[in-house]
């Protein structure tokens, strides 16, 4: 499944508010731009519930930044913990100090702890089902599944984040202060206090373990004879999700062809949504079930996934086609840009 935030609808969401507009719009492309996506959302998802974020996570990303009555209260209540001075928080540009801290947690967590994170989630998920308790009212309680994930937090990633930013304080300030678009005034110890009380600092490790949750889930109701036998109709395609779609296009080639086919794990993928190997050749995929022409970053995203995996062939499958300019980097860089059929036909020739 692939999370994506359309960013001209954020625009357009909160174009009544440049400051804010502008603090969405640079958030994320930042995020993008140094390889903090998706981390920057973890605490994003936690924030407005997991269900809604995976659901719509353009949706979900544009009301964290229009809850300000939220927002309000949650300044108000740390502010007294911590006995500080009252401070004028600005509204408008949405930037207190458990944001910024948020913001540089996730360049850390981003550095020191992704590569593993998606493997401890899958251990932790088998134990979920003991941690999950049903009351004599038929309600259900994930108490102690939240306190488990709390520690495998506290034990495992949370020295290491606290240690990167240590002793990279000014390259993690620096991008926080890029995100902010101004020299916002915090040092280091009030990232230490930030850090002593943290009630969402288990946030990442909650994101992934929601995330795969969601996608077993998805591959349980995708069928079999869905898999094994494609949709006919145009139709049944305009319904699926890019993960769906995904999973559909790896299971024609494996049906259809001899080559094999896998979705990858989603974040930390390099550009791949599918590596496709046979005898004698090796492919990466992005696959892009867009209803509008795919545009240059798609073709970037599967030359640099070629370079990472070192595969003979980079390809884009989009069948609502390209624009002019990605056609143009297409073929300056040796991209296939293809359709799902077109791709279908050139695996099947290379596989006799």
């Known amino acids: 499944m692939e999370i994506e935030i359309d960013i001209d609808r954020v625009s357009a969401a909160l174009s009544h508010s440049k400051a804010l507009k502008d603090l969405a719009v640079r958030y994320h492309e930042l995020s993008i731009r140094d390889g903090i996506f998706p981390w920057n959302l973890a605490y994003v998802a936690q924030k407005s519930s997991y269900d809604l974020f995976f659901d719509d996570p353009t949706g979900a990303y544009i009301d964290f930044f229009l809850d300000r009555k939220a927002f309000n209260l949650e300044v108000s209540r740390h502010t007294k913990m911590f006995g500080l001075r009252s401070y ?3 509204v408008e540009k949405y930037i207190d100090f458990i944001l910024f801290a948020k913001i540089l947690q996730s360049y850390a967590f981003a550095r020191v702890w992704s590569d593993r994170v998606f493997k401890d989630a899958e251990v932790l998920l088998n134990d979920k089902s003991n941690l999950v308790e049903i009351d004599e009212f038929g309600d259900k309680s994930e108490a102690r599944w939240k306190r488990r994930l709390l520690k495998y937090a506290n034990s495992k990633y949370r020295v290491l984040v606290e240690k990167y930013v240590s002793d990279n304080f000014f390259e993690v300030l620096d991008f926080g202060r890029s995100v902010v678009g101004e020299r916002y005034d915090y040092s280091l110890s009030c990232f230490d206090k930030e850090m002593a009380y943290d009630p969402f600092f288990s946030c990442w490790i909650e994101f992934v373990c929601e995330w795969i949750e969601l996608k077993r889930c998805d591959d349980e109701t995708l069928h079999e004879d869905f ?16 993960w769906e779609f995904e999973k559909y296009l790896a299971a024609r080639i494996n049906n259809e062809t001899t080559m094999h086919a896998e979705v990858t794990k989603g974040s930390g993928d390099q550009g791949a949504d599918l590596i496709v190997k046979g005898i004698g050749l090796s492919a990466v995929i992005q696959a892009k079930h867009y209803s509008s022409k795919v545009g240059n970053k798609a073709v970037q995203e599967a030359f640099s996934a070629r370079q990472y995996y070192g595969t003979g062939l980079a390809i ?3 069948n609502a086609g390209y624009t002019k300019s990605a056609w143009q980097l297409a073929e300056k ?3 296939l840009a293809m359709t799902e059929a077109s791709i279908l036909d050139l695996l099947k020739v290379l596989s006799r």
């Open 88 to 90: 004028t928080v600005n």
């Open 227 to 242: 898999l094994a036998n494609p949709p006919e109709h145009e139709n049944m395609l305009d319904i699926m999700s890019g």
């Open 316 to 318: 884009v499958v989009a």
């Open 333 to 335: 860089t040796g991209v």
